[in-house]
């Protein structure tokens, strides 16, 4: 992942912050290494004590000095070198746009194909209402929408149980989504990655999550109208 990183090639400043959260393998000495290397563009924190995944992203995003914000799990790689580069690229040229992601594929232990992603025909906040379609690791996400609509400490309030779906939510309910053809990653663990957990264990989420995002995160008039759009997240009482 770290490597995929710095294989980025871009005409802009980049960094990468690393958040340690008490890991049981060899994640602190690879890290420190690579920070030790590359002190310019890679930040590495070590925890005293378990954050959990949300305050881990909390942490990270008030570190972030990035006018735009990626995310690179630690099983997972930016296959494309360029990726970084094209994503900026467009979101400088829509000032409506908030989030640029794009399509990902799974390689198996022996190279072999095993999924592959396909954009959908409507890619804005409407459909993503109705399923996650966004793959979080090939997001790039603009900071200024994310600091006019997002709050993570809201978030964790609620109990949300991971960062990437209400924000594309609260971003999206304001802006463009761009979705590029161009396939940028692929999980190195896929059944254990971030993005197989958030497109396909809605139990991840709260229980009426949707309802619970659309009565206290926004007054977009779409949101009230998909009110009865089947859910992929389960209702109970």
């Not at 709050?151 to 989504?177: E, G, M, N, R």
Request: charged content about 25%; glycine content about 2%; aromatic content about 14%.
């Amino acid at each position: 992942a770290i490597e995929s990183f710095l294989r980025q090639e871009v005409n802009f400043r980049i960094e990468l912050l690393i958040g340690d959260d008490c890991s049981t393998d060899n994640t602190s000495v690879i890290a420190q290494k690579f920070a030790s290397q590359y002190p310019d563009k890679i930040h590495y924190f070590k925890y005293c004590e378990n954050h959990g995944l949300m305050q881990n992203y909390k942490f990270l995003l008030e570190k972030a000095k990035g006018k735009y914000i990626a995310i690179l799990e630690s099983d997972d790689i930016w296959i494309d070198s360029f990726k970084l580069q094209k994503q900026v690229d467009l979101i400088e040229t829509n000032n409506q746009c908030g989030i640029v992601c794009s399509n990902w594929i799974v390689i198996g232990s022996k190279s072999e194909e095993l999924e592959r992603s396909k954009k959908p025909k409507k890619q804005d906040y409407s459909e993503l209402l109705k399923t996650n379609f966004i793959g979080a690791v090939t997001v790039l996400f603009s900071r200024n929408f994310f600091d006019r609509y997002c709050s993570i400490d809201d978030y964790i309030k609620y109990q949300f149980k991971t960062f990437d779906y209400p924000t594309w939510l609260s971003i999206s309910a304001h802006s463009d989504i761009i979705y590029l053809n161009d396939y940028t990653l692929f999980p190195l663990d896929f059944n254990f990655s971030i993005l197989y957990c958030c497109l396909n264990c809605p139990n991840l989420f709260t229980l009426n999550f949707k309802s619970i995002f659309i009565k206290n995160f926004t007054n977009n008039p779409v949101a009230k109208a998909e009110t009865s759009v089947p859910s992929r997240i389960p209702s109970t009482t």
